[in-house]
């Protein structure tokens, strides 16, 4: 563990960018890059456009932290960039960001290694929703490649489905639909090869949607999460289990549930999470005795191994 700021050389923050989720990427991308300069790090916020090959080529940048969120920015497109101008960079690469972003592919993935995860139904066009009512109402939609619940809706029947599939498919061709479980719902952020402590998410909307992420005051996190111990301890590895599955590194976090019969279900996989001082890993990382520029550090030290 390095205590020298100048190992990094200059860290470009790239923040922005054009995805569904851009305005907190850039609340995130804000909040790493003072996080950086306060332990002395020569950083510089950088909002990829067409032309990020070249600002990043001839900006003199010895590393990147990515703290984009959603499509181009966690879905290994910048990390194929980064990769051609052979710039380390914080996260996943280009293989673990692009299963980490398609929630079926994932799924898909998990399944095939006997991973729990609930039932689901890809859907593309009209006639796909019959499959995905066989799998029994209430439902829960969300577009493939979106994050931070954008485009998410719980349905109770045919018709509702019709109209959760259309809204979804504004930001995706591809919507998921998956078996609604009923239960208690957890995080478990993930720095290095460590799991760091589990929170849960108390809600009393319908979900953890967008507005009970970013908006609303009633939104309770529980950590400690409350669970014994040993229970703690198995989901801690099977969130680890999960995010190794796809190929993911550096930091990240797992959302699962466990339903009212004890029963574990791995959700999806965050490979790029919110950076903010309320976002959930921060949280867990307080938990484990890291402050906000420490985590960052810990983060931005995962490059030094790939230069």
């Known amino acids: 563990m390095t205590q020298d700021p100048a190992v990094f050389g200059k860290v470009a923050v790239l923040l922005g960018g054009r995805s569904a989720e851009r305005e907190i990427s850039l609340k995130s991308g804000h909040a790493v890059l003072a996080a950086l300069r306060e332990r002395g790090v020569d950083a510089e916020p950088l909002d990829p456009g067409p032309d990020v090959l070249e600002r990043l080529r001839e900006g003199g ?3 990147a932290f990515i703290a984009l969120h959603g499509r181009g920015g966690e879905d290994g497109q910048i990390q194929g960039a980064l990769e051609t101008l052979g710039l380390p960079y914080t ?3 280009v293989l673990g960001s692009a299963l980490g972003m398609d929630k079926y592919r994932c799924k898909l993935l998990w399944r095939g290694l006997g991973l729990p995860t609930a039932d689901f139904a890809l859907l593309r066009e009209e006639a796909d929703l019959a499959a995905a009512a066989d799998l029994g109402f209430p439902l829960m939609v969300k577009p493939v490649h979106e994050g931070s619940s954008i485009g998410m809706a719980r349905v109770e029947d045919r018709k509702a489905l019709v109209q959760a599939w259309r809204g979804a498919a504004v930001f995706d061709a591809q919507v998921l639909a998956e ?9 478990c952020a993930v720095l290095g090869h460590e799991a760091l402590p589990l929170i849960r998410l108390e809600t009393p909307r319908a979900f953890y949607d967008y507005e009970a992420k970013y908006q609303a005051e009633t939104t309770r996190y529980l950590c400690p999460c409350g669970l014994p111990e040993a229970e703690e301890a198995v989901l801690r590895h099977l969130a680890l289990e ?6 993911a590194r550096g930091w990240g976090r797992v959302d699962l549930m466990v339903d009212d019969q004890g029963r574990p279900f791995l959700l999806e996989i965050n490979t790029i999470p919110g950076m903010t001082d309320h976002s959930l890993v921060p949280m867990a990382a307080r938990a484990r005795g890291l402050s906000f520029d420490e985590l960052t550090w810990r983060i931005l030290e995962t490059t030094l191994g790939h230069d």
């Not at 999960?242 to 190929?247: K, M």
């Open 242 to 247: 999960a995010f190794d599955a796809v190929g």
């Open 91 to 93: 996260g996943s690469g």
């Open 61 to 63: 940048f010895a590393r």
């Open 179 to 187: 078996r609604w479980i009923t239960g208690a719902e957890y995080t």
